[in-house]
């Protein structure tokens, strides 16, 4: 397959095994919380925003690994399942406590249901 002459610095249609293309791999992160007084969301985005400044393809190529792009997405518990349909990942972190006495916190009943 060829990319559009428009997308080409030179305009000519090169194919895509042709151009030089970044050698990161996209690997998305689902940061996921649950949270009744707001502290766990505090932390799921704290955490996503401290691993998207350290964790670059840059850091990964001066350990000698292949570099990577982390991609997050922090987002409620019982979003996760309603809008990205449990998305499959290899990854997922997951900032979540009880309130009361043991009860799942705001938006994360759904959830708390398929865990049981």
Do not use: W
């Not at 996921?32 to 400044?53: D, I, P, V």
Request: aromatic share 12%; charged share 20%; with cysteine.
């Amino acid at each position: 397959s060829s990319i559009p002459s428009s997308f080409c610095c030179n305009k000519s249609s090169e194919s895509v095994s042709s151009l030089k293309m970044s050698e990161s791999t996209v690997e998305p992160l689902y940061v996921l919380y649950g949270s009744q007084m707001g502290n766990s969301e505090q932390y799921a985005k704290l955490f996503c925003s401290r691993l998207k400044k350290k964790y670059t393809p840059e850091f990964f190529k001066e350990q000698g690994l292949p570099e990577v792009q982390v991609e997050t997405t922090c987002i409620q518990l019982d979003d996760f399942l309603e809008v990205q349909h449990a998305a499959f990942t290899k990854c997922i972190v997951i900032f979540v406590s009880s309130y009361g006495v043991g009860q799942a916190p705001l938006g994360s009943y759904r959830f708390r249901e398929v865990c049981d």
